[in-house]
């Protein structure tokens, strides 16, 4: 990951006068003078840019640099942010190592870290779930647009400890501080808006902070993007459009002892999964997503042994329609969410440098409808964490330990059901992890850490049984699964100096009852493929490595690797759906006032495949971009250009669900403009 930039011009030839006291007299006066001309210091400075590090708030007892974290992280913010934002959370995040995408066009987008996607890859907007039904379908888009987002943190490896299940692969947190933690002096945010030429689409954010009173902020914002069909060398992806809109509003009252205050936002999103499928629909179909929640937060600094006692609740409705042309109900998804969580942090306890105990519950309705046959359910959860860190010089070190208890209950139990025994379930689960940093050098650093993380498997996995149309698939359940209990171990070694930074990563993720939709080769009676859910021991193993090189002149050079290899223990067959290797080489010039940058996304082939499925070639990608920065009216602009697949190459990503219709996106320029104020 580059560096976040800030970049200050000053003056050339600042005077500094220092002016003493008023003297009584012209005797006074003209030493006054003599004096106030021998103290005139004249400051000759030069255009410089200071790079500030990154710092990452999620899956850390406090906000740490990147530089110091034990987990592999990265961080989009300011020009970063702008740089890489997309239509879709996760191609925004893409350019992170290890991390890499599955869709079903363009509005479909979801992250895929170290080979985990799905319900194992934890998606958090301001620290909370986000409700949606991102896992329980390919064809399903994250109920969260990253426009308006201040900045998002990608956490790759087991982070079990703060946030239990679902984060078996990595958290993806998408931080906008929608409740205010200050009151502003002045009214503060940004507007930016966006254009791509892929899906001819459009969009907009708006965010603004203001204060009420001395003690209570008031934050406001409101997106929208839209688009058309994804446009590729071979022609469009039909059915593939965008409507997104979001709003949203959040107030507290701040004081010396901290604050507290809520917040509610709404958003929906309409879009198209295409047909054309080979025993499946034939026209596109269309998603219809709504989602609101409302949130209370607040963080109280007692005077006693702890630093800050967070206090976080909040609710969250969801609902998801797949409408079937013409006009027919093919899925229905409803979710509500109720969750609690309560977390006290302390500074310096004894040999504790710092720590974090904490408490969560939640309660979750899940509702299905159309020709899906999941039976309506009821989920409870109850935990309790301890995480710790140890300062040994030279060594930190982090430990933690947390327990986990979830209660699933359908409305009817079924013991003649096709799949199984269909009958309430519950889940006890103890997740720990250890990780150390060593400093060997000034610059050089050597981090290692082991995790045990564990996943439930969710509604979809244990009680499905039908065809799900916009995804190309009759599922088939099994209530018999059992926990996903995963090991995983994380050696690293860090440089970060003044112009070179650099970061190789090798890991190891021991999977025991992985649970995955295994294809079975066999069509079901309305001609669909047939995808079984099974639980299996895997192991994934892997490397990421990054690195960029600067010079005074405003040179920069960046190159990253990532590869995953994943693997069914009992039969040595191959996992399906891993991303084959994959890199990325950019070289880019920026001073000041502007950017440029050119940039290639190489992937190999991948011909290690899961049963019935089919190899992809490998593509070399090449990309341009570059901007402006500049001041008006005393406000920073900066205006991004981006032209992608420059040769408007025909490639497939192996994770695409459409690869075998169409490839992905031909030449596209994207603008984006962005004004903070």
Known sequence: MMSRRSYILLLLGITLAGVPAPAAGSTAVAQQAEQQAADTVEVAAEVAAITLPDIVVTAVLSPTAVSETIRPSAVFSDETLQRQLAGTLAQTVESVPGVTVTSMGPGTSQPVIRGLSG??????????????VLSSGPDHASALAPSSARRID?????????????????????IREEVPQAVPDRATGFTSLQGQGATRGIGGSSQVTFGVTENIPLRVEVSKREGGDLRTPIGRLIGTQTDVRSVAAGTSWVDDWGYAGGSFRYFANDYGIPGGFVGGHTNAVRTEQERAAGRFRSVIRPEGGFEAIELDAGYTWYRHHEREPPDILGAQYDREIVSGEARARHAGWGPFASGAVGARVSWEDFGFGGALYTPNSRRRTQAA??????????????????????????????????????????????????????????????GASVGRAFRTPDVHELYSEGPHLAANSYDVGNPSLGTETGLGIDVFGRVTGQRLSAEATWFRNTIAGYIFPQATGELSRVRLP??????????????????????????????????????????????????????????????????????????????????????????????????????????????????????????RRHLSRVKEIMPEAGRSLSVTYRVVY
């Open 530 to 651: 047939i995808y079984q859910f099974v639980g299996e021991d895997a192991v994934l193993t892997g490397f990421e490595s990054q690195l960029e090189w600067s010079v005074p002149a405003g040179l920069r050079l960046e190159a990253a690797a990532s590869y995953v290899r994943g693997t069914i223990r009992a039969s040595d067959e191959p996992l399906p759906f891993m991303p084959p290797l994959q890199g990325r080489l950019a070289i880019g010039y920026s001073p000041v006032n502007w950017f440029v940058e050119a940039e290639t996304r190489m992937a190999a082939s991948q011909e290690r495949t899961g049963r019935f499925e089919e190899p992809t070639d490998g593509y070399a990608i090449l990309g341009l971009s570059g901007g402006v920065r500049f001041s008006f009216a005393g406000r920073p602009h900066v205006i991004t250009l981006h032209l992608d697949n420059i040769g408007n190459t025909e490639y």
């Open 385 to 446: 964490y301890v995480l710790e860190q140890i300062q040994l010089d030279p060594v930190t070190v982090e430990a933690g330990l947390r327990y986990d208890r979830v209660e699933l209950e359908p409305d009817q139990e079924d013991a003649s059901s096709d799949i199984g025994h269909i009958r309430a379930r519950s889940f006890d689960a103890v997740s720990g992890s250890l990780g150390a940093l060593l400093p060997v050098t000034g610059q050089f650093t050597l």
């Open 154 to 174: 990608v956490i790759r490896g087991p982070s079990a400890i703060l946030y239990g299940s679902n984060a078996l692969g990595g958290v993806i947190n998408v």
């Open 119 to 132: 319900d194992r890859i934890l998606v958090l907007e301001d620290g909370q779930r986000v409700g949606d």
